[in-house]
């Protein structure tokens, strides 16, 4: 009973003082490289944290900050290993645990000194004291509070084997974007193809160099997708002997990189054909025939209309021909039919 009132004037004091406040509390960070761990070296607790971050996360240094847990030196060892702690290499997390055990037994845990040296600490703290059911002043100050150390362990390391999924995913998602870009392109070569009007003997010739421009493009993506599959592989493969934070940032760029120079590759190739489709388009419009009766000009047939008057030597006076203009046609009467002569003038 006395420990218990204890504990609630306690708690009422920090938790004016602010010790408790939820917008204090900092983030745990998602995948730490340095992990210090404050537990008894003989206690429980120890190889339960140690078997859990080497399933987990064996790529994060493990710093272990030996200190009583119960006792007459428990409280000044918790706090001198916090101090330790402002000295030593920054660690990016601090997990502080202890097995299960009575109110006497977890008593440190909640003594002022203790709870003022967790509020003070500049890094995450995450609490695994006792069992579920137990619950210290220490938690209460603490950043994250875990029910038993297992659960600290786990809440202060990522699934390895997620770590890998999301690498799997973002290499889907990124073969399947290129292949929906060639999907698109090719649609779009098929609809400009299908748009143009030129004659028949120019047709073969550009449908043929349109096939071999779609052909070397999916070559080329093709050749652009096998190498980023390998890199990708051979990404997945040093994940396992590198530090996540430099294996993910590096491969984010690859990726990055890949889709850029993957666009920019489309882009061009699309501008390419676009112009050369112009080009073509500019081209056939001067061969076409109505395009110069339009300008003005007309086609002089013999009557039966199976052949074009290209001289006036071809008709005599009396002659039926029939003009073709940009919109109809005239059937007319020769009168006089002359050749220029060279060097005459009006």
């Given at each position: 009973?006395?420990?218990?009132?204890?504990?609630?004037?306690?708690?009422?004091?920090?938790?004016?003082?602010?010790?408790?406040?939820?917008?204090?509390?900092?983030?745990?960070?998602?995948?730490?490289?340095?992990?210090?761990?404050?537990?008894?070296?003989?206690?429980?607790?120890?190889?339960?944290?140690?078997?859990?971050?080497?399933?987990?996360?064996?790529?994060?240094?493990?710093?272990?900050?030996?200190?009583?847990?119960?006792?007459?030196?428990?409280?000044?060892?918790?706090?001198?290993?916090?101090?330790?702690?402002?000295?030593?290499?920054?660690?990016?997390?601090?997990?502080?645990?202890?097995?299960?055990?009575?109110?006497?037994?977890?008593?440190?845990?909640?003594?002022?000194?203790?709870?003022?040296?967790?509020?003070?600490?500049?890094?995450?703290?995450?609490?695994?004291?006792?069992?579920?059911?137990?619950?210290?002043?220490?938690?209460?100050?603490?950043?994250?509070?875990?029910?038993?150390?297992?659960?600290?362990?786990?809440s202060v390391s990522p699934d390895y084997k997620m770590l890998a999924k999301d690498v799997s995913n973002s290499q889907t998602a990124?073969?399947?974007?290129?292949?929906?870009?060639?999907?698109?392109?090719s649609q779009r070569i098929d609809n400009a193809s299908s748009r143009l009007r030129h004659?028949?003997?120019?047709?073969?010739?550009?449908?043929?160099?349109?096939?071999?421009?779609?052909?070397?493009?999916?070559?080329?993506?093709?050749?652009?997708?096998?190498?980023?599959?390998?890199?990708?592989?051979?990404?997945?493969?040093?994940?396992?002997?590198?530090?996540?934070?430099?294996?993910?940032?590096?491969?984010?760029?690859?990726?990055?990189?890949?889709?850029?120079?993957?666009?920019?590759?489309?882009?061009?190739?699309?501008?390419?054909?676009?112009?050369?489709?112009?080009?073509?388009?500019?081209?056939?419009?001067?061969?076409?025939?109505?395009?110069?009766?339009?300008?003005?000009?007309?086609?002089?047939?013999?009557?039966?209309?199976?052949?074009?008057?290209?001289?006036?030597?071809?008709?005599?006076?009396?002659?039926?021909?029939?003009?073709?203009?940009?919109?109809?046609?005239?059937?007319?009467?020769?009168?006089?039919?002359?050749?220029?002569?060279?060097?005459?003038?009006?």
């Open positions: 009973g006395e420990l218990r009132r204890r504990y609630d004037l306690l708690r009422k004091k920090l938790e004016r003082e602010g010790l408790f406040d939820s917008n204090l509390k900092k983030s745990v960070p998602d995948r730490p490289k340095r992990i210090s761990v404050i537990t008894s070296p003989s206690g429980a607790a120890l190889p339960d944290i140690l078997v859990t971050l080497a399933r987990r996360f064996p790529l994060a240094d493990v710093i272990h900050l030996p200190v009583a847990v119960q006792g007459e030196k428990a409280v000044p060892e918790i706090v001198g290993a916090f101090e330790l702690l402002e000295r030593t290499p920054k660690s990016d997390v601090v997990v502080l645990a202890r097995g299960g055990g009575s109110l006497e037994d977890l008593w440190a845990f909640n003594e002022e000194a203790v709870v003022r040296a967790i509020h003070a600490c500049n890094l995450p703290v995450v609490t695994g004291i006792g069992h579920e059911t137990d619950v210290t002043l220490a938690d209460f100050a603490a950043d994250l509070r875990a029910p038993t150390p297992t659960a600290a362990a786990e990124m073969l399947d974007a290129m292949q929906s870009s060639i999907q698109l392109l004659p028949r003997e120019r047709l073969n010739h550009q449908q043929q160099t349109v096939a071999n421009s779609e052909r070397r493009i999916k070559n080329c993506l093709r050749h652009t997708l096998d190498s980023n599959q390998n890199t990708l592989d051979n990404l997945k493969k040093r994940l396992m002997n590198r530090s996540p934070d430099e294996t993910l940032k590096f491969q984010s760029n690859q990726i990055n990189g890949l889709a850029k120079l993957l666009k920019q590759q489309l882009e061009r190739k699309l501008q390419l054909n676009e112009k050369s489709f112009d080009v073509l388009a500019a081209k056939l419009n001067t061969l076409d025939p109505t395009a110069t009766l339009a300008r003005g000009f007309s086609i002089i047939k013999t009557k039966n209309g199976k052949r074009i008057v290209r001289s006036a030597e071809q008709l005599k006076k009396g002659a039926t021909i029939i003009a073709q203009f940009a919109e109809g046609t005239a059937t007319a009467n020769v009168e006089t039919a002359e050749l220029d002569q060279p060097g005459k003038t009006d």
